[in-house]
T-cell receptor
Framework: DGGITQSPKYLFRKEGQNVTLSCEQN?????MYWYRQDPGQGLRLIYYSQIVNDFQKGDIAEGYSVSREKKESFPLTVTSAQKNPTAFYLC????????????FGEGSWLTVV | KQEVTQIPAALSVPEGENLVLNCSFT??????LQWFRQDPGKGLTSLLLIQSSQREQTSGRLNASLDKSSGRSTLYIAASQPGDSATYLCAVNDYKLSFGAGTTVTVRA
């Protein structure tokens, strides 16, 4: 089935560790996005990519890094510089045109222990 | 910077009642507005997309209106059912998506 796959669903990170969240899509979409969701708040944009080998910072990029080496993959690394990483992370994709629908994966829960 | 507000934050209604969910935004220069549904611990499912040139969109029991000049959108859900219980988010696209915090709906059987 076509869609967006995020893994792992649950991840625990120790203080000082970097962790990487995977996002894969088989929708042939050009644009991919990473959002963070905290309880009672709307989604906040971390990074987005409109095309392979190019990406831009969103509103809360500090402490995060991404890569876009393949059209179908957009992994997010949460670095030790991110002071409050415990959150629900959502990956999304779209055709890249402003008028089109955006589709979301099922999300990944990251908890710092 | 685009600000998106959803009021109320939570809503509880008996089964069969119509639902009215509100979304307001501060900058009317948008490409489109999208309504999403989110179940607990899950990703977002797109419900309706309204282009900036449209006034409303309908899908089954769902109807969304858009008044761009006043910065408002309303999602109507007719004859609510317990399965409609979820959080509903609106997102405004003005080169990137800006989300409201959502309205959590509980439909009581």
């Amino acid at each position: 089935d076509g869609g967006i796959t995020q893994s792992p669903k649950y991840l625990f990170r120790k203080e000082g560790q970097n962790v990487t969240l995977s996002c894969e899509q088989n929708l042939n979409h050009d644009a991919m996005y990473w959002y963070r969701q905290d309880p009672g708040q709307g989604l906040r944009l971390i990074y987005y990519s409109q095309i392979v080998n190019d990406f831009q910072k969103g509103d809360i990029a500090e402490g995060y890094s991404v890569s876009r080496e393949k059209k179908e993959s957009f992994p997010l690394t949460v670095t030790s510089a991110q002071k409050n990483p415990t959150a629900f992370y959502l990956c999304a994709s779209s055709t890249g045109h402003s008028g089109n629908t955006i589709y979301f994966g099922e999300g990944s829960w990251l908890t710092v222990v | 910077k685009q600000e998106v507000t959803q009021i109320p934050a939570a809503l509880s209604v008996p089964e069969g009642e119509n639902l009215v969910l509100n979304c307001s935004f501060t900058d009317s220069a948008i490409y489109n507005l999208q309504w999403f549904r989110q179940d607990p611990g899950k990703g977002l499912t797109s419900l309706l997309l309204i282009q900036s040139s449209q006034r409303e969109q309908t899908s089954g029991r769902l109807n969304a209106s858009l008044d761009k000049s006043s910065g408002r959108s309303t999602l109507y859900i007719a004859a609510s059912q317990p399965g409609d219980s979820a959080t509903y988010l609106c997102a405004v696209n003005d080169y990137k998506l800006s989300f409201g915090a959502g309205t959590t709906v509980t439909v009581r059987a």
